[in-house]
């Protein structure tokens, strides 16, 4: 089944301008619809291009996929998997209770709040708060830990009724949400019906600069139809009535940046984003030209790690992979890699477990399974949580297991 998305105008989603692709990945499934092996047939795919507007510089795919086609009650992403992403999170909301959320009543509502990885430390607090999310089970989950929830995807018309509700909000709160969110008007109206005349707007999401950098290229996938840089955020704000009051680069996701937002004049902008704007005009990432060499990288790291596995597979090693990671949908289909290369992926998360990765059909198999069976060589997809994998499986290591990563190039540990 191919998924019935609008032609490629490739007009810009944002303000009309022309978009000039980047780079062509190819036919992909839905990056997070790990399915059953009964119904590994009737997946769905779609065309997955990056390119960048000449007009406000925002770098966004081509194709756009419905929004229900990605986020349900199924939705298999948990993020408190990752205990680097929790500490993370619980150290951003104390800071939030500290500075932002003084006043008398206090209201925080934040947009993709998933299982409440962010909202669990600020309900903690005894602060008023609002979690909206579309996919149920991660919501549910949240409400579990007693966070206030409402299964929805964040628009205008929700926005509306929260603040009829609840009031307005002091701080709106999004991370690796926002750049999902294709109809984003509808989302920059919504923020300006709910939030406080001196509220912030804070979030953050993965960073161009090192994707370009550090050549993460599998940070390219269905949900990320915008990938930031501070030149099209400000674009994007300033669109919206709104001012870019500060930016703060985080070493999370392999370089992320936090984005505060604010109503104009509301807030004296921070001083961080002078030096910011002059490191991408450095990186050239408003420039077409530039942003394609890119790609020259990419196509070499397929080449290089195709050849990796193959050799191994040749000389009888057996090779696993680690983190049935959203990114590694784009590895393994761009680069054509299936069982014959890779026999199964390790993944903490239950909802993953016992199904098959989109595409590419790995299984999916928890990594208590892991120490019983060690293969000789473990490509590690989820290469941002290397520090806390590596942790966990030092016996592997110990054992004479060898780790594959291909960012910033092929390479083994
Ligand atoms: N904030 C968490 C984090 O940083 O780990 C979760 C990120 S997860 C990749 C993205 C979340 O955004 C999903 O839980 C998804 O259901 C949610 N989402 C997608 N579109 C949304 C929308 N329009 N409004 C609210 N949440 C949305
Ligand atoms: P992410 O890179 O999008 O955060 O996804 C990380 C994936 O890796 C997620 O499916 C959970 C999995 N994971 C493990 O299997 N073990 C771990 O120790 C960690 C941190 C993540
Ligand atoms: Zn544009």
Redesign the pocket.
Known sequence: MTLETPPATRTCRLCGGAVSEIFDFGRQPVSNAFVKAEEADGEAFHHLAVGICSSCSMVQLSDELP?EAM?HDD?P?R?SESAL?RRHFEEFAGNLVRTELTGPDPFVVE????DG??LKTISDHGVRHLG????RG?AETAAAKGIDVRV????ESVAREIRQAHGRADVIF????FS??SYIDS?FRGIDELLAEDGLFVFEDRYLGDIVEKNYFDQIYD?HFYLFSLHSVRAMVERFGFELVDAQRLAVHGGAVRYSVARPVARKPGTALARLFAHERDLGLTDRVKLARFGVNIRRIRHDLVALLTELKAKGFRVAGYGATSKSATVLNYCGIGMDLVECVYDSTPEKQGRLTPGSHLPVVAPERFAADYPDYVVLFAWNHAEEILAKEQAFTAQGGRWILYVPDVHVL
């Open positions: 929004r986020f939705y992403y993020s992403m947009i993709g709040c998933n990885i962010m909206v999310d579309p996919s991660a929805d995807f964040f628009e999004s991370a690796n949400t999902h969110i989302i949900e």
